[in-house]
């Protein structure tokens, strides 16, 4: 354990690939993603859920992603007509690309349940190739992916980031 109490980096990675050989050509960074609560995301994750537009939820997650991950690096491009959120991690590299469907995965899930249902994300990027058949990513993320790209980001409508929320606290905890 690091001096945070989490787990080293390095070990994540092997972990993902020791997954991958038991489970070989399965996309089990989806199948993360899709099972763990995005309440995963702890106490970051809820102040995003009540920030004024989802570009203001996104900007707060680059601001805070260390308390997450101690080497995770985030950015937002924004070019209109899109904006990219990108995501980079050192284990990337090693764990084959599990992570950062997972990661992207959780994002996504958390962009869709922010804007109450609709989702922001126009397409997805990642870095590696394809894991697992492609069916699984288009029924996951609804969206064109595009794989050995540069980046592992996730791209919205410029637009979209001025979207006020959907879950305000109002609407969680009416008087």
């Known amino acids: 354990m690091t001096p945070t109490g989490r787990a080293p980096s390095r070990c994540i990675g092997m972990l993902w690939r020791l997954l991958e050989e038991r489970f070989p050509g399965q996309s089990l ?10 309440s995963v995301t702890g106490v970051l994750g809820h102040a995003a859920r009540h920030a004024p537009t989802l ?18 690096d985030m950015s937002l491009d924004i070019q209109p007509p899109e904006a ?10 090693i764990d084959g690309g599990h992570g950062a469907e997972m990661t992207l995965g959780i994002g996504a899930r958390m962009g869709e349940e922010w ?7 126009t397409r997805v990027a990642l870095v590696h190739d394809a894991i697992g058949p492609l069916a699984d990513y288009d029924v996951f993320f609804g969206v064109p ?3 050995a790209q540069k980046r592992n ?3 919205v409508s410029s637009e979209a980031l001025d979207r006020p929320a959907r879950t305000t606290p109002s609407q969680l905890c009416p008087l």
Do not use: Q, W
């Open 29 to 38: 960074g989806l199948e993360m993603a899709a099972e763990v609560p995005t």
């Open 55 to 72: 570009g203001a939820a996104i900007r707060l997650f680059i601001r805070f992603c260390k308390l997450m991950a101690d080497e995770v």
């Open 84 to 93: 990219k959120l990108t995501f980079h991690h050192p284990v990337d590299s």
């Open 115 to 121: 804007c109450g249902g609709s989702s922001p994300i």
């Open 145 to 147: 992916v595009l794989f």
């Open 153 to 155: 980001a996730l791209l």
